[in-house]
């Protein structure tokens, strides 16, 4: 079973930034690309971002596209999403889950608690 707790969310002005991090087990950041999602109230979960198990490869929706980073740190078994220029509409619940590329958005587990980003405009 894919594990993986997400935290780093909170409340930002907008045009402010925040980091994510997602912490997963060692078996699942070893064997799955990893993605960040999102879901804003009142509307599907988006795919945001995906990196694969080596790091080297990376896909952005185009809607973060420029202002969001996703990383990984393989010693830790943490992915991270940095997020610049946020706005308003990047308000919503973050989750990461395994997926099977990096722009492939298929969540392979069950879904966590995600974090909260709050943007105030």
């Given at each position: ?26 078996r699942t ?70 997926v099977p ?21």
């Amino acid at each position: 079973q894919v594990q993986r707790v997400e935290s780093g969310g909170g409340l930002v002005q907008a045009g402010g930034s925040l980091r994510l991090s997602c912490a997963a087990s060692r078996r699942t950041f070893s064997s799955y690309a990893m993605g960040w999602f999102r879901q804003a109230a009142g509307k599907e979960r988006e795919f945001v971002a995906g990196i694969s198990w080596s790091g080297l490869s990376t896909y952005y929706a185009d809607s973060v596209k420029g202002r969001f980073t996703i990383s990984s740190d393989n010693a830790k078994n943490t992915i991270y999403l940095g997020m610049n220029g946020l706005k308003p509409e990047d308000t919503a619940v973050y989750y990461c889950n395994a997926v099977p590329r990096v722009d492939i958005p298929q969540a392979l587990g069950a879904w966590g608690q995600g974090t909260l980003v709050t943007v105030s405009s």
